[in-house]
């Protein structure tokens, strides 16, 4: 019914899927993040985070065009054997597996503490996996369409936000550009770096696209447009409430949607309708980490049909999303996976594809 | 195939189902007449007697627990009583007693959320903070220390950065219970006060997130709007009240918070100066009115300290003159007027920044300049909030002022 052809993802569509993926919770605590590592440099450090980004999904890319009709999944197996292919596999599906009950938890806290107060934390996180989860059983054509039907929805108003609020920003709070300090800005580098693994979920699109000599065409983009918002952000906020003050927030960009108001009083503050516009941007990057997950599961157990995992998966990853104890708790551990995963969604394609060079392996070039 | 098909529907539709409870969000239902909106706050010291008397026990039992150092505080909210805000000026009409429109009560307690526990204990709704406009510390509380009450403001997810936090002159209690005649709502005549003020270039925008943002900052001090109550229930705007850090440490004149709109280069600009052209005859002063600031702060260093040039070129209009005496009629007299005015506003600016400098309370954030435009110098011998306090202290400051009087009014001498 769905799969009468199975290349037809376009370009845009690519893109667009790497755009609403990476856009997620991360943007909250973002600014804080930044600042964190390099104070009123925190722009410079997010730039040094996109180029880290790209290369990560640049080597991903690659891998991907070098073999247009499998993902990392399939070829991992051919390029290191089977063995060594499927302990990678495997620790990708467990990472993904992570960084969505990660995601859940994260988006669960933001809400009941600043809207759903008397809520209980688990009946958002479910709800969110499970819309995830019953969304993530549809083709890889449909998952393009979500994609590319949401990710206008979340880059307008985010921008909006960043160009109102500058009303009240300050250039001397960007001063000085360059780092002064340049302790923690390694750190915080790939602490950024690790809010556009959702990346990863390229290695599915690949394969399903019509023509996957563009792949580096549509990373680019997706970076170069997701990179762009984060950056935007980051400069509005660090502007706006000076590099100190937001090292007191946990969440300046939710902060500084409260700051901003539409002209002429039409809406005082934007707290509320950014954060309906922020649970979409978390949907679209939960769907893409369960849509990853399950179909990577199907490809190592050789099944044909991704839908068993979906729900099998839920119960696993909701447990998981409760097992940090409270929110400084889960930064920390979100602070370190996000680097550790780093290894995993860079450092290995990376490996795969000097391997691959090295061994002269490539896959059919036809489609 | 077809049978699955539709069976699959239906799997959808019971998953679907199972999901209605949990996206109708009952669990945070509350309806708008449930809950106890808050408007206003103010936050006044209390006797030791009498927070013995009144203190309740409701977040901790009595004894258990030794009052703050810097004691404990008497918060009095004004709670809007839904129905009775008439919503137009044709509606309701009657007597304008705040009593009718508001509520307003007072506790006492150790902290501020020990003393909205209190609060809430005593009102049946819950308290909601989402329009709470302002909040009035008063200027005893401010000189004792600000953490408690930013702490808690920070935290609490409903209040806006937007909300007006000011310093009273006196009791804080008194600005909830005043009746201005212009507005129904006391909390929004004293809103509308600010706002207006900024827009007739009288006051620097310094809602509670520029005062936050300002007082984390490591080369800025915050400040905030100092008021009083005046006999006819009416506020008045009487300087700025600077910190240091958490705590007040001065009030300046009403008249220098021109100098912090000129120092900074706000527009619009607002305030009327007064020249006297001959120093001894009074009745040859003239007023002009300013109607726009620019301003530009140079920095550099010299024998190792901090060294600004402030430049500052200010557009006025000329309003009055007090005598006959002498015309307006060439520009010779316009030139002596704004010669007089920027010998004047030199002095004036002088004034101000020693003022504040003798606190070592840098309001207008010169050690952020030193900091995004010497990192070097400012890492090497500054880099803490502490040492810049002390710092601002020994900086010197070389100020040109360029007074342009454009226009006269109507009266042609």
Request: glycine residues 8%; charged residues 20%; proline residues 4%.
């Amino acid at each position: 019914m769905e799969n009468t052809d199975s290349r037809q993802i376009t370009l845009i569509q690519a893109s667009a899927i790497l755009i609403s993926t990476i856009i997620g919770v991360g943007v909250l605590p973002l600014p804080l993040f930044a600042v964190r590592a390099a104070d009123s440099a925190a722009p410079l450090v997010t730039i040094f985070a996109i180029g880290v980004a790209f290369l990560g999904i640049a080597l991903l890319t690659w891998l991907g065009m070098r073999f247009p009709n499998q993902s990392i999944f399939q070829y991992g197996n051919d390029i290191i054997g089977k063995w060594l292919g499927t302990i990678g596999s495997i620790v990708v599906i467990v990472f993904f597996a992570v960084l969505t009950s990660l995601t859940a938890r994260e988006f669960g806290e933001v809400v009941v503490t600043s809207v759903l107060k008397s809520t209980p934390v688990e009946v958002t996180v479910i709800v969110m996996l499970t819309l995830a989860a019953i969304s993530a059983r549809r083709s890889i054509t449909t998952f393009a369409y979500f994609h590319t039907f949401y990710f206008p929805l979340l880059l307008v108003p985010c921008v909006l936000i960043a160009i109102l609020s500058l009303g009240n920003a300050e250039v001397i709070n960007l001063q000085p550009i360059l780092l002064t300090s340049p302790n923690n800005a390694f750190m915080g580098t790939f602490t950024i770096a690790a809010l556009f693994q959702g990346s990863f979920i390229m290695t599915v699109v690949i394969p399903a696209m019509r023509k996957p000599k563009k792949a580096m065409k549509a990373s680019l983009f997706g970076i170069l447009v997701s990179g762009g918002l984060y950056l935007i952000i980051v400069v509005a906020s660090v502007s706006v409430f000076g590099a100190e003050e937001i090292k007191k927030l946990l969440w300046p960009t939710l902060e500084l949607a409260k700051g901003a108001s539409l002209p002429a009083n039409v809406l005082e503050r934007l707290d509320a309708a950014f954060l309906a516009v922020w649970v979409t941007a978390v949907f679209t990057t939960l769907l893409s980490s369960y849509f990853l997950t399950s179909v990577a599961l199907k490809q190592v157990l050789h099944l044909k049909e991704h839908q068993v995992f979906t729900f099998i998966l839920l119960p696993i990853v909701f447990f998981m999303a409760m097992l940090p104890q409270n929110v400084t708790h889960l930064y920390v551990i979100i602070e370190d996976i996000g680097r550790v995963g780093l290894y995993i969604t860079m450092a290995y394609p990376g490996l795969l594809l000097l391997i691959a060079m090295l061994r002269k392996k490539r896959g059919e070039r036809n489609a | 195939m077809h049978r699955a098909g539709i069976s699959k529907q239906i799997r959808l539709l019971l998953a679907a189902l199972l999901l209605m409870p949990l996206l109708t969000g009952c669990w945070d239902r509350l309806e708008i007449d449930e809950r106890a909106v808050v408007l206003g706050v103010s936050i006044d010291e209390v006797t030791s007697e009498e927070a013995a008397e009144r203190e309740s026990e409701v977040s901790h039992v009595k004894g258990s627990l030794p009052p703050p150092k810097q004691g404990m505080v008497k918060v009095g909210v004004q709670i809007a009583l839904p129905g009775r805000i008439p919503l137009g000026p044709g509606e309701g009409g009657g007597s304008n007693d705040t009593m009718q429109t508001v509520w307003v009560i007072t506790v006492v307690g150790h902290s501020m959320d020990d003393a909205f526990m209190n609060l809430q204990q005593q009102v049946s709704s819950e308290l909601f903070f989402g329009h709470l406009r302002i909040i009035v510390v008063s200027e005893a509380i401010a000189k004792k220390g600000m953490e408690n009450i930013n702490d808690y403001f920070r935290r609490n997810p409903e209040v806006r950065r937007m909300a007006w936090l000011m310093v009273s002159k006196g009791k804080a209690l008194g600005l909830m219970t005043a009746a201005p005649k212009l507005e129904r709502i006391p909390t929004l005549y004293l809103m509308s006060t600010l706002d207006n003020s900024i827009k007739m270039g009288k006051f620097p925008k310094d809602y509670i997130g520029v005062y936050w943002s300002n007082s984390s900052k490591k080369g800025q001090e915050g400040f905030l709007p100092y008021v009083a109550i005046k006999d006819e229930q009416n506020v008045e705007i009487q300087g700025l009240a600077y910190f240091r850090g958490e705590h007040m440490v001065g009030v300046t004149k009403p008249f220098e918070v021109a100098g912090y709109l000129g120092l900074r280069g706000v527009n619009p600009a607002g305030y009327r100066a007064v020249i006297m052209l001959d120093e001894n005859d009074p009745n040859s002063t003239v007023m002009t009115n300013v109607t726009h600031r620019r301003s530009v702060i140079k920095l550099r260093l010299k024998d190792g300290v901090p060294h600004f040039d402030i430049y500052i070129e200010l557009e006025a209009n000329l309003e009055e003159k007090m005598s006959e005496e002498f015309e307006i009629n060439n520009p010779d007299i316009i030139a002596r007027i704004e010669r007089v005015q920027s010998d004047a506003s030199v002095k004036f600016y002088q004034n101000i920044i020693k003022k504040t400098q003798s606190k070592g309370s840098d309001i207008f954030g010169f050690g952020e300049h030193v900091r995004a435009k010497k990192p070097k110098y400012w890492n090497q011998y500054v880099k803490t909030k502490e040492a810049w306090q002390e710092k601002y202290k020994e900086v010197t400051f070389n100020i040109d002022v360029i007074v342009k009087i454009r226009r006269i009014g109507m009266k042609a001498i």
